[in-house]
DNA sequence: AGCACGCCGACT
DNA sequence: GTCGGCGTGCTC
């Protein structure tokens, strides 16, 4: 008899042990039972004959989980401080069943058509350089151009690829540009598939059809034989960071991936994080392809449709030329601002914004829950004009088509796009001009083609700005540049921010890589990528019992000395899906320090969430 | 994490 | 009487 030491798939609890007269390798999907239940498990090691009394394997499935993305689960296992299980479990096995012995290779005859620029070549020679590489490239500079080549040489070496990209439900443009030049070699993956489509999808990957493959986070895990790159796009994008556990960050991985499998990892993005432009090596695309010019004009004055906006959209729309309205993310929490001189709270410890609770009375520093009054002057100008007021996407368009009665408007954001077709729609309306203005947060700006517009709004930016993040300021700068860049792609332009931190934008909008080099100074002290942050959350919908497990766990934190408690409080958000929620922050120099500190201090209701990007 | 077990309150 | 609320403890 032999003896197994099996992770179960989906579970947060340690291995169990189960035996088997067959002889089974590292890897092997096998199921059991376990409390009176089938569950699907995965072999990890073969162990001596324990003193308990074992149960039976009842069935050898044909997945099994390759020793790679066996090692990757490992790291992520024990990187983001949780159970293999709960990382298998993202993970698509490979089969048994199916072999790619009869994939139709590359026809090494075949002419692409990519032809590069000067300046596109030398970006792609030096990303082909470098094991791990950012290429910085504004928008419209041909990134995809030197993405799709890259790809081409890829194949050309019968290997195959990895292409992330945010949100790809969302921007079927580019989808449909790779669909139409690698035709079947190409399939996209992401976890909106229908099962139908996942398993037409996956059938492609085992049999080896598949070359290039992209996706969202989930499509690192795939059963991809014979890796040669990974590119992940918009690599400062949010949306890499899981939210649920494991709290993986896909851009992290996918370079983890590259260490693991010897292959390259390129970055691109035309703002790029700071963690990456600090840790890697870059390769700098400048300038779009557009000969049209935009121009900037700069508004003091908190969130709201002015009169300046008012009578810009007006002509813009007398023109029968386009716009677009952005909003800044609609974030949870309020900040208060002064109206006349745009002087915002910030922590005095933190250097964040301080959000506004309304309830309580008080300013809040959300890092580490330092509190003061709400103050009835400005101490900057001294003015009792201070607001807190947000605009929504509904009420923005409702009061823009009081003014503009003819214009035909559209609410373009999570709530009115729930699904790709609703976007597509939504899309052509405008491109065929059969909608004038375009309202929105985020979305707006994530890698569409408008053709036409000529006026750009960009509502409330201190709001952004002054966010209790600290990332605002490169969140903020950055939305700036991809909703700028959706504008003047015809006709030159007219961006309309509206701030008080005018020289803030003034000075970086047009030199994203000076930003850089500054907030590397605002960032050296506190925070990533110099320091480490670490957020432990607690929720049960006992307060009580949260909160104990909390002071729990900070208790026993307190032994490391090499690990800073930066705050242990209540959430911003304190109750979500009826359970109470508290939370630890941690700041380290080395990520070691924490995983050691948190691994040995963990309590039972705490969910681990390694370099936070959300706080709240 | 599930899920069974078990112990109290409020209903046909 | 019992249905069902959720606290506690266990899973090879």
Same mark, same amino acid.
């Given at each position: ?14 291995? +169990? ?34 003193? +308990? ?21 490992? +790291? ?173 960050? &896909? ?241 030159? &332009? ?123």
């Amino acid at each position: 008899m032999y003896y197994y030491k099996l992770s179960i798939i989906g579970s947060p609890l340690e291995p +169990f042990t189960y035996h088997s007269s067959k002889i089974l390798q590292r890897g092997a999907e096998v199921s059991v039972e376990f409390n009176k239940r089938i569950k699907r498990t995965v072999v990890l090691e073969t162990c001596i004959k324990p003193e +308990f009394d074992t149960s039976e394997i009842i069935e050898v499935h044909e997945e099994y989980y390759s020793e790679k993305q066996f090692a990757l689960a490992q +790291f992520i296992s024990s990187y983001y401080i949780c159970s293999l299980g709960d990382v298998l479990a993202l993970m698509t096995p490979f089969s048994t069943s199916v072999s790619d012995e009869n994939s139709v290779d590359w026809e090494c005859g075949k002419q692409f058509s990519i032809e590069l620029s000067r300046k596109q070549n030398q970006a792609l020679n030096f990303l082909k350089q470098h094991k791990v590489s950012l290429l910085f490239g504004d928008t419209g500079s041909g990134k995809t151009e030197v993405y799709m080549k890259y790809f081409e040489e890829i194949l050309a070496m019968g290997k195959r690829a990895l292409f992330l990209m945010p949100e790809i439900s969302l921007t079927p443009q580019m989808s449909e540009r790779l669909k139409v030049h690698f035709g079947d070699l190409f399939v996209i993956w992401h976890s909106k598939l229908t099962p139908l489509q996942k398993k037409k999808a996956l059938q492609k990957i085992y049999s080896g059809e598949a070359k290039i493959i992209a996706g969202a986070r989930s499509c690192l895990f795939l059963p991809v034989k014979n890796l040669g790159l990974i590119v992940v796009d918009e690599e400062h994008d949010e949306s890499y960071k899981s939210s649920s556990r494991p709290r993986y960050n &896909a851009r992290d991985i996918a370079i983890y991936m590259g260490k693991l499998y010897d292959i390259p990892v390129a970055l691109g993005s035309a703002t790029p994080s700071l963690s990456s432009y600090v840790k890697f090596p870059h390769a700098r695309l400048k300038g779009g392809h557009f000969v049209s010019q935009k121009e900037f004009v700069y508004e003091k004055a908190p969130e709201s449709l002015t009169p300046l906006i008012e009578n810009s959209l007006r002509e813009t729309l007398e023109k029968e030329e386009q716009s677009i309205v952005f909003l800044p993310t609609r974030a949870n929490f309020k900040y208060l601002v002064c109206g006349d001189c745009g002087h915002a709270f910030k922590c005095a410890f933190c250097s964040v914004g301080m959000s506004l609770h309304q309830h309580s009375r008080a300013l809040k520093c959300h890092y580490c829950n330092f509190t003061q009054a709400i103050p009835q002057v400005c101490p900057q100008c001294q003015s009792s004009h201070l607001v807190s007021s947000r605009l929504g996407t509904a009420e923005a368009v409702k009061n823009i088509q009081e003014f503009l009665p003819h214009a035909r408007i559209e609410q373009f954001d999570r709530d009115t796009i729930t699904t790709a077709n609703k976007l597509k729609k939504a899309l052509k309306r405008f491109n065929d001009k059969e909608s004038d203005i375009l309202v929105g947060t985020q979305m707006l700006s994530k890698g569409h083609d408008y053709h036409d517009v000529t006026l750009a709004v960009v509502l409330g930016m201190d709001n952004m700005l002054n966010m209790g993040d600290y990332r605002a300021r490169e969140k903020a700068l950055s939305s700036l540049i991809q909703v700028a860049g959706r504008s003047g792609r015809a006709k030159d &332009a007219h961006v309309i921010v509206q701030t008080f931190n005018e020289d803030f934008f003034k000075s970086y909008i047009e030199n994203y890589e000076l930003f850089l080099e500054d907030e590397k100074v605002f960032r050296e002290e506190l925070y990533p990528p110099f320091k480490k942050l670490c957020r432990i959350l607690f929720a049960h919908k006992n307060g009580a019992k949260a909160q104990e497990a909390m002071r729990e766990m900070e208790a026993n934190l307190r032994a490391f000395s090499n690990v800073e408690i930066v705050g242990a409080k209540k959430c911003a958000i304190e109750k979500v899906a009826n359970k109470y929620r508290f939370e630890i922050l941690l700041r380290a120099d080395k990520s070691t320090d924490i995983i050691k500190a948190v691994k040995t201090s963990k309590v039972a209701l705490a969910e681990v969430d390694m370099d936070p990007i959300e706080f709240g």
